[in-house]
């Protein structure tokens, strides 16, 4: 009978399973995540809750900007390359002045400017969020890459043609 297999016959030949490994070995040799690009500036929301005042503020790595008793001070920010899915991430370190002039650490950590509740500063009358970072350390279109290619890893399209309009 023509459709039924023999007993103890594998369904596919050798060929098509050294392939199939052959695919699984070249698909793990795939980067998982994209190159992250490192910049210069961390951009925040800050908000007082007592007199609902919201401050944009853009802060260079390591150094401290003050809102109200608060220092902030990023120390770094990346995100990714703009065809890539958003992914903005800040390591900062909040302390607060307190009424006798010392300083208390009341954040450490990361923020995400696309999951901002993920890991808020917890504090009673401030709110601070990332909302990005600007100024990249080295230019996003300036990715190495095969001669001819862009930074997205597409073929670079030849410049337009002009053309004189006709007499």
């Not at 802060?59 to 809102?67: P, R, S």
């Not at 290619?149 to 073929?155: D, F």
């Amino acid at each position: 009978m023509k459709g039924i297999r023999s007993a103890g016959r594998p369904p596919y030949g050798l060929a098509f399973l050294l392939l199939l490994a052959l695919t699984g070995l070249c698909l793990l040799s795939v980067p998982a995540q994209a190159e992250r690009i490192e910049n210069a500036t961390a951009n925040f929301a800050a908000l007082d809750k007592v007199t609902a005042l919201v401050k944009p503020l853009a802060i260079n790595l390591d150094k401290t900007e003050t809102f109200r008793t608060l220092k902030i001070t990023p120390r770094v920010c990346y995100t990714r390359d703009p065809s890539e899915a958003p992914r903005t991430s800040t390591f900062v370190e909040i302390d607060e002045v307190l009424f006798d002039g010392t300083e208390r650490r009341i954040f450490s950590g990361w923020m995400f400017a696309e999951s901002p509740g993920l890991n808020p500063l917890v504090h009673p009358v401030f709110d601070v969020w990332l909302t990005g970072c600007s100024q990249p350390k080295r230019p996003v279109a300036s990715r190495p890459g095969p001669a001819g290619t862009e930074a997205s890893g597409q073929p670079a399209l030849p410049p337009p043609i002009r053309r004189r309009p006709p007499r």
